[in-house]
C-alpha cells in the first residue's frame, strides 16, 4: 500500500467517522444525563431524509440542515416525553423511535417526491461542498506533510470540521462547565441534582434537546455532504455503531472520537477492500462490517476493562423521601 | 390497595394505546393525501375477506407469534431481548443444515429435525448475550443489538462462501428437497371443488406457533421454571434469598427466547422460500417486541397481537399494491404501537388511575 | 415582654396520600439558636412533614412561617432560599464526585466551575475550623465513610447558608462514636445560633441533645415539651399511645444442644472489602440468641451466608454437620432443607415478591417442595389452600390468598412471611429486623410467636438494630463491630452502656480477641 492510498483511506475514514462522531457525542449528553438512547439511528435518519428533502425543495443545503436538525429535535421531544415526564421505559421508547423514522421517511419522501423513497439527487447549493484549507494547494508540493495536509486535514465539508470541534467542546462543557457538572450529576444521582434545588426534569430535556441537535447535523451530514440525496434507511445501523461506540469510550469525549475514527477506519477498510489478505490468511469483508460489534462486546464483557454506564442511566426520576 | 382493578391494567390500558396509535396511524394516512377508511377497507379486503388473504396474514401471524413469544419470556425474566432478529436469522442457518444436509424421508420429520435446529442454533445466539449478562452484567440489550449485525454479517458469509450453490448469482442457499417441504394451508385445506388458500404461504408451522402459546402459558404459569423466572423477573433479591440462582435462570428464559425466536425460520425458511435467504426474517424479531408490549407478555395476548400485526402486515401489502401508500405505513403503526403500549404506557395510565381513584372514592361520600 | 420570633412557625399542616392521612393539622413552634426533636414511630409522619418543609411535597392545607415571616415552598429551591438545609437519611450524594463539586452542585457562581471550586475550598476550609467538620475536599465520596459523607450533607448545607439544619434519622448508620461527634458538631452549630429540627425514633438522643421535643403519633402531634421537663418513659406513651411493656413475658431458656456452630467466618464483597472478618458464634436449641450491632457492620452478611445466598470461608456446622459455604450446595433451598427458615431484614425486596399473591409468596423458598407438585407442573390448588391455612393461624388480615403482597400493611406482610418459615417447622430460624415497620400490635405477636418456638426447642438468631428489641426477646446477646463478633453476654447481666461500647468497638471486659469471647457460652 503505498502512501497516496494511505491518505485517501484515512481521508475516508474522517469522512465516514464524523456522522458516527456526531451520533456519539449526541449519545453522550443523553446518557450521561441519565436518558439511555438506543433511538440515535432513527433520529438521524430523520433528519438525513428532512434536510435532503428541504435542500432539494429550496436548493439551500443550510435550510436544509435547520430542517434536519428540527426533525430530529421532535423525535428528541418524544423521547423526553415519554422517558422523562411519563417515565416510561427508555430502551423501548428509543426502539419505538428507530421504526417510526424508518417508516415515515419512506412514506413521507414517497408522497413528496414519487421516488420510491429517496429524494431527487441534490445538486450545487443543495450540498455541503468541501471546503479547501488555506495553502492546501500551495503546500501540496512538500512531500509527506503536503499531501497529508491537502488530503487529509483539508477538503472536507463544513460539518466535519464540526463535528471535530464539538470534541474539545464537549469536553470542556462537561468538565468545566456549570451545565456540564449538573449534567452529569443528574445521571449519576438524581436526587442529588433535586436536592440541591436544581430541576431533573429541565436538565434532562435539555440534555436530549442536545442529543436531538447533534443528531440532526449528523444526519444532515449524511444526506448533504456524504452523499447526495436520501436513500431509504440510508443511517445503516450508524446509529447502533455511534453507541458501541460511545461504550467503547466509556463516556468520554476524546475517547469516543477515537472509538469513532477506529471504526470509521473499519468501515473505510471494508469499503475500499473485499477481501483482505495477510500474507495467506484471508479476512473476509464481513468481519469487518462485525468488528465493531464484535468489539463492542468484548469491551461490555468487561474483559478489556470495564464499562460502567452513568449509574442512574435508563432509570426514571421519581422523588422519594 | 391498587389504584386499579387488575382487568382494567391488562386490558383497558393496551386497548386505549392501541385505540391512540389507530387515531395517529389515521392522520398520518390523512397527511399523505390518502382516506383512512379506504385504507382500512382495502386493508381488511385484501387480508381477511379472502382465504388467501387469510392464507398470508396466519404466515405472518405465525412469525409474530413466534418472536412476540420470545420477547415475552425474556420480558418476565426482565430482560429485554431485542435481538429476536438475529436469533431468527441463526435459526434460518440451523433450518437450512438440517434440511440440506440431513436426508429426511418425510416432511413431519424434516419438521422435528428443523424445529429443533432452528431453536437450537436460535438459543445459541442468544446464549452468549445472556451469559454475559448473568456473569458479567453486560447490558443485554446492547449485546443483543450487536449480536443482530454480527449475525446478519456471519449469515452473509455463510451464504456468499459456504452455503451459495456454484455458478448462483444471488446469494441464497440451495433449495431444500422435496421431502422437506411442508405442507401449506392450501394443500391441507382445499378440496378439488373448493379451493382454499391459493397461493398463500401460510403452512403447518402455524399449529407449531399455536402449541408453543400454549407451551409458554403452561411454562410460565404452571411450571416451577415459570415460577421462578417470574420471582427473578420482579426482584433479584427475593429470587436470591428463596435460592433461585440468577444466571441460571436468566440463561434458561433467554436461551427460551432465543430458541422461539428462531422457530421463526420454520415458517419461513423452511415453510414458504424453501431455501435459506439473506433477510429472510424482513424484521420480524423487531415486531416481537410491539406483539409483547401490546399482548402485556401473555401467550393469549401475544396471539391477538400477533394476528393483528399479520393482518396489518398482509392489509399493508395490499396498500401497497393498489394505492400509492408505501408498505412502510406497517412500519410507522408498529412504532407508534410500542411508542404507546412500551412507552407512553404512564400517559394512558396515569388518567385512568385518577378516575378509577374518583370513581371509588365518590359512593363513600367524602374522605374522612 | 415580648416572645422573640420563631425560626420555623408550622400552622395547621395536612397531608394526605390517597386515603392515608399522613400529616394531620401539625403545628410547631421552633426557636431560633435550639435543637428541637421530632420523635415518633416509623410511620408516624415525622419524614412527610419535613419533606414538605423541604418543598418535596405540597402541604393540603396549612402555613409555613420562617423567622415570623410566612413563606411558600414549593419546590427544594425555595426552601434552600428560605435558608433550610436538609440532611436526608439517605445521602443525597454524587457518588463519583469529589466533596467540591458535591458541595457546589446546584449553589455554583457563575456558569464556570473553576471560581466556584476556589471560593469553596475556601469556606469548606473555615467550616472545618468552626464546627470540627473536616473532610479532605477532593476526596472522592464513595472513598469516604458513612461519618464523613454525613458530614459533607452538612458542608452542603452550611455553604448554602442554611441557618435551619434538618436532620432526618441521622445515627440511624453511624457508630456510637461517630455519633457522638455528631452531637459535638450539632452542639457548635446550635452555640453559633442555628436552629436545628433533629427526627428519630431513638428516645436516648432526644435526651441527650435536645432542648425541646414535638412527638407524632399516627399523623398527628401529640405533645411538644421542653426536654428537660420529660422522661423517656413519658414520651415513649406518648409516642405508642399507652404503656409499653419493655419487656416480653417469658420464662428463663433451657437450652439444649449446640444446633449452629459458626467458626471463622470471612466474607469479601465485590469491591475486595472484608465484611466478615472472623465471626465465631453458636446457638443452642431453645435459646435466642441476639445479634446487636449498628447495621452495616457484618449482619446482614452473616444472615445472609447462613441463609445460603453469600458465599464466604470458614467453617458453621448445624447439628455436627459441615454446611457448604460455596459452590453448588451453597443455596437457600439447601438450607431449607436441612432446617434453616430465615425471616429476612428486608421483607419488601427478600422475603417477598410484591406483585405475587398472598398464596404465591406463602411458598415462595419452598416452592419446589414435592408437595407443591403434580408432575410436571406446579399444583396451584394445593399451595393455595395452604397458604389459607397459613393465614389463618398468623392471623393475616385480610385472609385473602388471592391479594397480591403489595396490598398488605407491613404488619400483615411480615406475618406472612413468619408464618411461611415457621410453619415449616425449622430447627433453626435466623431472623432480621422482625418488627421494622410493622404496627405495635403485630409487635407483640411477633414477639410472642418468637418466644413460643424458642420454648419448642428451636434455636433462634435475632438480628435487630433495635436494642431494646434484643434485649426483651434474647437469652445470650452477641455484638458486632466491624464485621467481628465483639462479645457474647448473657442478657441478664448486661445493659445498653455495655452494649453500645461494645457496638462501638470497646470490649467492656478488655478482651482483645473478640474470637475468643465469641466461643464461651
Known amino acids: 500500500m503505498d502512501y497516496l492510498t494511505l491518505l485517501q483511506v484515512l481521508d475516508s475514514t474522517v469522512r465516514l467517522a464524523t456522522p458516527l462522531l456526531l451520533a456519539c457525542l449526541a449519545g453522550l449528553f443523553s446518557e450521561r444525563a441519565g436518558i439511555f438512547d438506543i433511538g440515535l439511528e432513527g433520529k438521524m435518519l430523520m433528519a438525513a431524509f428532512f434536510s435532503a428533502a428541504v435542500a432539494s425543495v429550496t436548493g439551500s443545503v443550510w435550510l436544509g440542515l435547520l430542517a434536519g436538525i428540527a426533525s430530529s429535535m421532535v423525535l428528541s421531544g418524544i423521547h423526553g416525553l415519554a422517558s422523562i415526564t411519563f417515565r416510561g421505559n427508555q430502551l423501548i421508547s428509543g426502539v419505538a423511535i428507530n421504526f417510526l423514522a424508518a417508516g415515515l421517511t419512506v412514506l413521507i419522501a414517497q408522497h413528496w417526491f414519487s421516488q420510491g423513497g429517496r429524494t431527487p439527487s441534490l445538486m450545487g447549493g443543495g450540498r455541503f461542498t468541501d471546503i479547501t484549507l488555506p495553502f492546501a494547494d500551495a503546500l501540496s508540493g512538500v512531500p509527506i506533510l503536503g499531501p497529508t495536509y491537502a488530503e487529509l486535514i483539508s477538503g472536507h465539508s463544513i460539518l466535519v470540521y464540526v463535528a471535530f470541534a464539538c470534541v474539545p467542546l464537549t469536553w470542556w462543557m462537561l468538565y468545566r462547565t456549570r451545565f456540564g457538572l449538573r449534567l452529569r450529576a443528574v445521571g449519576e444521582a438524581p436526587e442529588a441534582v433535586d436536592t440541591a434545588g436544581v430541576s431533573v426534569i429541565g436538565l434532562r430535556y435539555a440534555a436530549v434537546a442536545i442529543c436531538g441537535l447533534l443528531c440532526g447535523i449528523a444526519g444532515a451530514y449524511l444526506a448533504t455532504g456524504l452523499q447526495a440525496g436520501f436513500v431509504k434507511d440510508m443511517t445503516a445501523g450508524r446509529g447502533y455503531i455511534a453507541l458501541a461506540a460511545l461504550i467503547f469510550a466509556k463516556w468520554r469525549p476524546w475517547y469516543a472520537l477515537s472509538a469513532c475514527l477506529l471504526f470509521g477506519l473499519l468501515q473505510a477498510v471494508a469499503l475500499r477492500y473485499q477481501n483482505i489478505d495477510l500474507g495467506g490468511f484471508i479476512i473476509p469483508v464481513q468481519v469487518m462490517d462485525a468488528l465493531p460489534y464484535i468489539l463492542t462486546v468484548v469491551i461490555l464483557a468487561g474483559f478489556v476493562g470495564k464499562a460502567i454506564p452513568p449509574r442512574a442511566g435508563g432509570e426514571p426520576y421519581v422523588k422519594e423521601r | 390497595m391498587d389504584k386499579m382493578p387488575a382487568w382494567a391494567d391488562a386490558f383497558l390500558v393496551p386497548l386505549i394505546s392501541l385505540i391512540l396509535a389507530a387515531l395517529l396511524s389515521a392522520l398520518v394516512i390523512l397527511a399523505i393525501g390518502e382516506s383512512p377508511t379506504e385504507a382500512l377497507k382495502l386493508m381488511v379486503e385484501g387480508a381477511l375477506m379472502r382465504s388467501a388473504g387469510w392464507g398470508y396474514t396466519l404466515y405472518y401471524a405465525t412469525n409474530f407469534i413466534f418472536t412476540g413469544l420470545a420477547v415475552s419470556v425474556a420480558f418476565h425474566a426482565r430482560m429485554f431481548n431485542i435481538g429476536g432478529e438475529g436469533q431468527a436469522t441463526l435459526g434460518g442457518l440451523g433450518v437450512a443444515l438440517v434440511c440440506l444436509y440431513l436426508p429426511w424421508p418425510h416432511w413431519s420429520l424434516a419438521l422435528i429435525g428443523a424445529s429443533l435446529g432452528a431453536a437450537a442454533f436460535g438459543a445459541l445466539w442468544a446464549l452468549i448475550p445472556a451469559w454475559l449478562q448473568a456473569k458479567r452484567g453486560s447490558h443485554i440489550v446492547i449485546t443483543t443489538i450487536m449480536f443482530n449485525f454480527i449475525a446478519a454479517a456471519l449469515l452473509n458469509y455463510v451464504l456468499v462462501n459456504l452455503l451459495k450453490p456454484a455458478g448462483a448469482m444471488d446469494p441464497a442457499s440451495a433449495t431444500f428437497p422435496d421431502a422437506t417441504h411442508l405442507p401449506t394451508f392450501q394443500q391441507m385445506f382445499s378440496t378439488a371443488d373448493n379451493p382454499l388458500f391459493r397461493g398463500a404461504p401460510a403452512n403447518i408451522s402455524f399449529f407449531l406457533a399455536l402449541i408453543a402459546c400454549v407451551a409458554v402459558w403452561l411454562l410460565i404459569w404452571r411450571t416451577r421454571l415459570g415460577y421462578e423466572i417470574r420471582a427473578l423477573g420482579h426482584s433479584e433479591s427475593a429470587a436470591r434469598y428463596a435460592g433461585i440462582s440468577p444466571v441460571r435462570i436468566i440463561v434458561i428464559a433467554m436461551l427460551i427466547s432465543g430458541g422461539l425466536s428462531g422457530l421463526m425460520a420454520v415458517n419461513t425458511t423452511m415453510g414458504e422460500s424453501e431455501r435459506l435467504l439473506m433477510n429472510a426474517t424482513e424484521g420480524a424479531g423487531f415486531i416481537g417486541i410491539a406483539v409483547a408490549l401490546m399482548g402485556r407478555n401473555h401467550p393469549f395476548g401475544v396471539l391477538l397481537a400477533a394476528l393483528l400485526f399479520g393482518f396489518l402486515y398482509q392489509g399493508g401489502a395490499e396498500l401497497a399494491l393498489w394505492t400509492s401508500i408505501p408498505r412502510e405505513l406497517i412500519v410507522v403503526i408498529q412504532a407508534l404501537v410500542i411508542l404507546f403500549t412500551g412507552a407512553l404506557d404512564n400517559m394512558v395510565r396515569m388518567p385512568l388511575e385518577r378516575l378509577f381513584l374518583l370513581l371509588r372514592r365518590t359512593p363513600k361520600g367524602p374522605a374522612e | ?521
Open chain 3, 1 to 521: 415582654m415580648t416572645d422573640p420570633v420563631p425560626a420555623i412557625e408550622l400552622k395547621g399542616i395536612s397531608k394526605a396520600f390517597g386515603p392515608v392521612q399522613a400529616n394531620k393539622d401539625i403545628s410547631i413552634r421552633v426557636m431560633p439558636g435550639t435543637i428541637h426533636g421530632i420523635i415518633g414511630e416509623n410511620g408516624a409522619g415525622k419524614s412527610t412533614l419535613m419533606s414538605i418543609l423541604y418543598g418535596f411535597y405540597k402541604a393540603d392545607a396549612g402555613e409555613v412561617f420562617i423567622s415570623g415571616k410566612k413563606t411558600e415552598i414549593p419546590d427544594s429551591q425555595a426552601a434552600i432560599s428560605a435558608g433550610i438545609g436538609m440532611v436526608f437519611q439517605h445521602f443525597k450524594l454524587v457518588q463519583n464526585f469529589t466533596v467540591l463539586e458535591n458541595v457546589i452542585l446546584g449553589a455554583e457562581d457563575g456558569g464556570l466551575l473553576r471560581p466556584s471550586l476556589a471560593k469553596a475550598r475556601g469556606t469548606l476550609k473555615k467550616l472545618a475550623e468552626e464546627y470540627e467538620l473536616s473532610v479532605d475536599p477532593d476526596a472522592l465520596v464513595e472513598n469516604l465513610s458513612v461519618g464523613h459523607q454525613q458530614r459533607v450533607e452538612i458542608l452542603k448545607a452550611l455553604y448554602r447558608q442554611a441557618d435551619i439544619l434538618i436532620l432526618d434519622e441521622p445515627t440511624g448508620v453511624l457508630t456510637p462514636a461517630e455519633a457522638d461527634h455528631l452531637f459535638r458538631i450539632l452542639d457548635n452549630l446550635r452555640a453559633e445560633g442555628k436552629t436545628i429540627i433533629l427526627i428519630t425514633h431513638k428516645l436516648r438522643e432526644i435526651m441527650e441533645i435536645t432542648d425541646t421535643v414535638s412527638v407524632m403519633r399516627r399523623g398527628k402531634m401529640t405533645a411538644t415539651v421542653k426536654t428537660s421537663e420529660t422522661s423517656p418513659e413519658d414520651l415513649a406513651e406518648l409516642m405508642v399511645g399507652r404503656k409499653v411493656l419493655l419487656r416480653v413475658d417469658k420464662t428463663p431458656a433451657k437450652p439444649g444442644a449446640k444446633l449452629l456452630e459458626v467458626t471463622d467466618l470471612h466474607l469479601w464483597d465485590e469491591n475486595g472489602v472484608e465484611r466478615l472478618k472472623g465471626v465465631s458464634l453458636d446457638l443452642r436449641a431453645g435459646e435466642v440468641l441476639g445479634l446487636a450491632g449498628v447495621s452495616g457492620n457484618g449482619q446482614s452478611e452473616l444472615l445472609e451466608v447462613l441463609g445460603g445466598y453469600a458465599t464466604a470461608t470458614g467453617s458453621v456446622r448445624v447439628n455436627g454437620k459441615e454446611i457448604a459455604l460455596s459452590g453448588r450446595d451453597c443455596t437457600g433451598q439447601a438450607r431449607r432443607a436441612i432446617g434453616i427458615g430465615h425471616v429476612p431484614e428486608d421483607r419488601q425486596h427478600e422475603g417477598l415478591i410484591l406483585p405475587y399473591t398472598a398464596w404465591e409468596n406463602a411458598c415462595f423458598g419452598y416452592h419446589r417442595d414435592p408437595s407443591y407438585q403434580s408432575g410436571i407442573l406446579m399444583n396451584n390448588a394445593a399451595i393455595r389452600e395452604d397458604a389459607k391455612g397459613k393465614m389463618e393461624r398468623f392471623d393475616v388480615r385480610p385472609p385473602n390468598p388471592n391479594l397480591a403482597a403489595r396490598n398488605f400493611s407491613g404488619g400483615n406482610q411480615q406475618k406472612i412471611v413468619l408464618a411461611r418459615e415457621i410453619e415449616r417447622n425449622p430447627d433453626i430460624l435466623l431472623i432480621g429486623q422482625p418488627t421494622r415497620g410493622v404496627d405495635i400490635g403485630a409487635i407483640e405477636f411477633i414477639h410472642q410467636q418468637i418466644i413460643r418456638l424458642r420454648d419448642e426447642g428451636k434455636a433462634i438468631l435475632l438480628v435487630s438494630v433495635e436494642l431494646d428489641e434484643i434485649f426483651s426477646l434474647s437469652d445470650r446477646i452477641a455484638v458486632m463491630f466491624d464485621g467481628q463478633i465483639m462479645g457474647v453476654r448473657d442478657a441478664a447481666k448486661t445493659d445498653q452502656r455495655e452494649l453500645g461500647l461494645m457496638m462501638a468497638g470497646i470490649t467492656g471486659d478488655g478482651t482483645t480477641d473478640a474470637a475468643k469471647a465469641a466461643q464461651h457460652g
